[in-house]
């Protein structure tokens, strides 16, 4: 759960409720929390980081309590690494990092799975700021449920066109593991977190992709490094292209040559890139709940596929 009180989106979202006990017309999928109230409550426990105050209805109608007390997170960083998930999360009391990098189960067959291995998701103060695109449809569109799930819909680095993972166009519900993604660092100390995770998506053509993360959960910073390594002599594809997905509302202005202001209705960001990467902004669309979507702005930045190539990017609060 994040500072904001929603949970970050990895792969599908169906918007999925078997028994909605209030607030029915006017839900937030996103938002948890009425599970959580309800295992804490049943189970015990408390105070939470989160509050669940609102969610009197769900622990009240099914177990006969209140939900449990909160108490708000100062200073400390609350951090873990699920490898077997196939997540990674931190968050203070204002800021929050969720970075996907997993296995697809080889028993699933992939069919709720994204192309969003080493991708991203950053909330500060309030507000999502980076942010997974979500689903939108399922079979009630092949093309935007593949448009969806692709690699160019998550805050990962992407080789010419290839996707991540593999999967049929025409089977909607499949997906099989090709990037085998390995999680080599995640350390949490103090408001620092400190991430690294490789990948061998593009191993077929001569490409390991890493990406270093090192945000300061405190002042609202995270500073990313994408690399490139060739595995063999002889490499193929001509570049790679990373992107940051903005979410809906947030707008982009370029105040230098690298450099992007991000602002949203309270809050101002500012975006650097490294030397020699080409960047450019496009509209895009996010969806944050099925069948729902928005547009909003996405930054691609592009560097040649070239031994030796890294791109750097910092995402700070001004």
Not at 137 to 144: C, D, I, K, P
Not at 236 to 245: K, W
Request: glycine content about 8%; hydrophobic content about 35%; proline content about 4%.
């Amino acid at each position: 759960t994040k500072p904001n009180g929603l949970a970050p989106q990895v792969g599908d979202n169906d918007n999925g409720r078997v028994l909605v006990l209030h607030n029915y017309w006017h839900q937030e999928y996103r938002d948890h929390r009425h599970i959580l109230a309800v295992g804490a409550a049943w189970l015990g426990m408390g105070p939470l980081l989160t509050d669940v105050s609102s969610q009197s209805s769900d622990t009240l109608w099914l177990l006969g309590k209140n939900p449990p007390k909160s108490h708000r997170i100062r200073s400390s960083v609350q951090a873990g690494l699920y490898r077997d998930g196939g997540f990674a999360f931190a968050k203070n009391a204002d800021t929050s990092l969720a970075v996907r990098a997993g296995l697809i189960h080889p028993l699933c067959g992939g069919g709720h799975n994204h192309c969003d291995q080493l991708s991203f998701e950053i909330q500060d103060r309030g507000e999502d700021l980076i942010i997974d695109c979500g689903s939108m449809v399922y079979g009630a569109s092949g093309a935007l449920r593949n448009q969806f799930r692709s690699t160019a819909s998550h805050n990962t680095l992407q080789l010419d066109d290839l996707e991540q993972q593999e999967f049929d166009p025409r089977r909607l519900f499949n997906m099989y593991e090709r990037a085998h993604t390995v999680v080599d660092l995640w350390k949490a100390d103090g408001s620092v977190v400190e991430f690294r995770g490789h990948h061998s998506a593009y191993a077929s053509y001569g490409w390991e992709v890493a990406r270093e993360m090192r945000c300061n959960l405190r002042h609202g910073r995270c500073d990313i490094q994408d690399i490139i390594t060739p595995l063999r002599a002889k490499t193929a594809g001509s570049q790679f292209c990373g992107r940051l997905h903005l979410a809906a509302g947030i707008q982009v202005t370029q105040t230098a040559p690298q450099v992007f202001r991000l602002q949203s209705a309270k809050h101002q960001w500012e975006a650097r890139f490294s030397d020699r990467l080409q960047m450019t902004v496009r509209p895009g669309q996010v969806s944050p709940s099925y069948g729902v979507m928005f547009n909003a702005p996405v930054i691609e930045y592009r560097f040649p596929a070239v031994p030796g190539q890294t791109a750097k990017i910092s995402v700070a609060r001004v």
